[in-house]
């Protein structure tokens, strides 16, 4: 294809609000361009590796047994109220009424409408196991949309949904999608890695996200160097302290004036904050927005709270859990802050943390201005409505399989797989009957890619200083011709005679013959990406060309017969895996 007849528009600055470099290397390379904030549209080069991501994603489903089906982004209410989630999913999700005044949303992920299809269609066990998927738009009204394809608010999801008998044939499904996971993202050219992950708002039992190891990720993965162990720092697990075989010491108040943070405190009474405890004070709404009670969860003085394993200890949604206002929280449960410990408290939720049974003589508030206790322990001092192991993992803490430091990593995730059980079929009456005509809830199974996401993974992984370096395996196309003078009838003709044999070898190939000066010419081509760039230039005449990869500095020449043999069977390397 002739650039001179392509609908392409670089731009030599990305605009302030982009600082991600796939965000503004996208929009400088025209591959998209924003509607309105968090909703982008894909322009034709971008759209190109848009479909060849969603072609990988599809072979490798197909391959895997999953059938493509394509449901509608819209879906009714009375489906979410079957499954209780139309409260449960918050403000992100978007809802629309029809010109009747009915309810709808658009869909921020398919699980009902897909239970919805299978409880209509499947009766025996004859017909299981089933995998249907779908490549599709999705809606999630995200707070804050933001870095361009990484979090936005429209966006392309592969969502698939195995349906089995049992959990063991559950179990084969799951292991079936990690797989082409795997397969898929290695095929996109991706640094990744499988981690345990939170199961969130979709609930379930197993869960593992797949990341994309990338300094601009939104995640933190703590991961063994030891053992294969790695998960999300909000699903991780930090082991808790060995337990104190210390005698138990007298409780004792001691005026602590104007110490009101455990580095305050702990100076003061010249303790390590491994010594105190921490209290953190929530309050917990119901779906209307009202305060439903509080809560007051417990924690050692040099640890961080995990907000997600509270809210799931709760039973809540992420919404449902903020800071409390203090005051008010002081009238009803007799908090002081900046001096609150667990011993005396009334009317809330009380959560300790798993550690501090086990820990002696330590450091609290006492609900009382300037003071705090010392020698606390759980059990004579204080108890606790729940115990909960909801410590944050920090780096250097230790592996809870093998016991070695954890290391932590940026990721960004691309995928997750889900193990979500009978949740949606009992709530939904997704039912087969067995050899016995017996009846059993379907055991479900939901997967997904976010495959607009999968472009800024892979832009944020392959990039340099000049522009972006596509893997040949998704780029808009495999080689760009670059002719220096579009006006030399030769060089002219050299550009056909390259554009038509690679084409004749299956390589995709751009021509860049517009009238710009060759330094644009260049620029433009390193800052698209395209794998390989052979320059029709001084020696054209001569039939010698030059030959680089988007990957090095350095230029060769080449008779043209050769560049061509070269670039087609890098291209076909390229493709193989
Ligand atoms: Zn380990």
Known sequence: MKMSKMYIRTLREAPAEAVVPSHILMLRAGMIRKIVSGIYGFMPLGYRVLRKVENI?????????????????????????????????????????????????????????????????????????????????????????????????????????????????????????????????????LEFRPVEADTGAIGGSASHEFQALTENGES????????????????????????????????????????????????????????????????????????????????RGDRQANETKLINALGINEYQLAFANEEKMAAVTGCVGGFTGPKGLHDCKIIVDSELPGLRNLCAGANEADCHYINMNYGRDYEADMIVNFKLVGEGDVCPECGAPLKFKRGMEVGQVFKLGTKYSKAMGAVYKDENMKEHEIVMGCYGIGVTRTLSAIVEQHHDDNGIIWPVSVAPYHVIVTVVKQKDEEA??????????????????????????????????????????????????????????????????????????????????????
């Open 220 to 299: 933190t993965i703590a991961f063994c160097e030891k053992c294969d162990y790695a998960a999300t720092d909000e699903s991780a697990v930090c082991v808790d302290a060995p337990a104190s075989n210390e005698e138990m010491l007298p409780l004792e108040k001691k005026s602590t004036p104007g110490t009101k943070t455990i580095e305050a405190v702990a100076n003061y009474l010249d303790l390590p904050q491994s010594r105190t405890i921490k209290a953190l004070l929530y309050e917990t709404y119901d779906e209307e927005g009202s305060v439903t009670g509080y809560v007051a969860a417990f924690i």
């Open 57 to 189: 994603v599809r072979e490798e489903m197909d391959a895997a047994g999953g059938q493509e089906i394509l449901m509608s982004a819209l879906q009714p209410a009375e489906l979410w109220q079957e499954s209780g989630r139309w409260g449960d999913y918050g403000p992100e999700m978007w809802r629309i009424k029809d010109r009747n005044g009915r309810e709808f949303c658009l869909g921020p992920t398919h699980e009902e409408i897909f239970t919805d299809i299978i409880r209509n269609e499947v009766s025996s066990y004859r017909q299981l196991p089933v995998n249907l998927y779908q490549i599709q738009h999705k809606y999630r009204d995200e707070a804050r949309p933001r870095f361009g394809l990484m979090r936005s608010r429209e966006f392309v999801m592969k969502d698939a949904y195995s349906f089995d008998r049992d959990e063991e044939s559950l179990n084969e499904s799951y292991q079936n999608m990690y797989d082409t996971y795997t397969r898929i993202f290695n095929r996109c050219g």
């Open 492 to 577: 002219m003709d050299l550009a056909d005679r390259l554009e038509k044999e690679l084409s004749a070898k299956g390589v995709e190939v751009m021509v860049d013959d517009r009238d710009e000066r060759p330094g644009v010419k260049f620029k433009d081509a390193d800052l698209l990406g395209i794998p390989v760039r052979i320059t029709v230039g001084k020696k054209a005449a001569e039939g010698i060309v030059e030959y680089r990869l988007r990957t090095d500095d350095q230029s060769v020449e080449l008779p043209v017969g050769e560049a061509v043999a070269k670039a087609a069977a890098f291209i076909s390397e390229g493709l193989s895996h």
